[in-house]
């Protein structure tokens, strides 16, 4: 059955520094992808990034990279330069092409410190 | 405009009162789907249809009934609301195979 973990319940990051936020996900399928969405303190959820399995590159979204590691099998997302408006709440999800539905993480909180 | 859109978007009710969170998308997708969000606890499934009259069972089933007659729609039934019901209720949206999911404004929900 598919997994996604996030150890971080919360972190902390200065504005204008960088920051990563953990994912690791388990799945016996070759063949998925990883998701990264926020959801700011309004409620909704925000796409931000989308890696394939089979993408040879990591994603790369403007402010925000997915630091890919398919051996370690962890889908790291990385923001650059954190703004005030990057607090939010940040869930890692995966969907296998062989099941085709989406496993969400329980998130990670991140406040950007000004 | 592309949308997936829930109703109500905030509701009130009492114990054992039946009630339906309408799902409705505009984007011919196949997969639908409900989670619920609680405090610590992330985006927890709840079910999921990969297409007219095919749903499956997610993490947290218990309590809930939903059905697939048409594409467009993905009603989630509480046939009696209990207070452990009380969350954020998302529907969400995908193409089969699709590369995000289109997630609806959320449903607040308070059983008393």
């Known amino acids: 059955a598919q997994k996604i973990t996030q150890t971080q319940p919360g972190m902390f990051v200065q504005e204008k520094e960088a920051v990563t936020l953990d994912c690791t996900y388990d799945?016996?399928?070759?063949?998925?992808?990883l998701f990264w969405y926020k959801q700011p303190s309004s409620g909704e959820m925000i796409f931000l990034i989308y890696?394939?399995?089979?993408?040879?590159q990591n994603a790369t979204e403007g402010r925000y990279s997915l630091n890919f590691q398919k051996a370690r099998k962890s889908a790291n997302l990385v923001i650059s330069a954190s703004q005030l408006g990057d607090s939010a709440m940040y869930f890692c999800?995966?969907?296998?092409?062989?099941?085709?539905?989406?496993?969400f993480g329980p998130g990670t909180r991140l406040s950007v410190l000004p | 405009e592309a949308q997936v859109t829930q109703n109500p978007r905030y509701l009130i009710t009492v114990t054992g009162k039946k009630l339906t969170v309408t799902c409705s998308q505009n984007?011919?997708?196949?997969?639908m789907s409900w989670y619920r969000q609680d405090p610590g606890l992330g985006l927890r499934q709840i079910y999921y249809?990969?297409?007219?009259?095919?749903?499956d069972k997610g993490d947290v089933p218990e309590g809930y009934k939903v059905s697939r007659k048409e594409k467009r729609n993905f009603p989630l039934i509480l046939e009696s609301p209990s207070p452990n019901q009380t969350s954020l209720y998302f529907c969400?949206?995908?193409?089969?195979?699709?590369?995000?999911?289109?997630f609806g404004e959320g449903s607040w929900l308070t059983v008393v």
């Open positions: 969400a949206s995908s193409l089969k195979g699709g590369n995000t999911i289109y």
């Open positions: 799945t016996s399928d070759p063949s998925y992808g």
């Open positions: 890696q394939g399995s089979y993408d040879q």
């Open positions: 999800a995966m969907r296998d092409d062989y099941g085709q539905n989406f496993v």
């Open positions: 984007m011919n997708h196949e997969y």
């Open positions: 249809s990969m297409n007219v009259e095919v749903t």
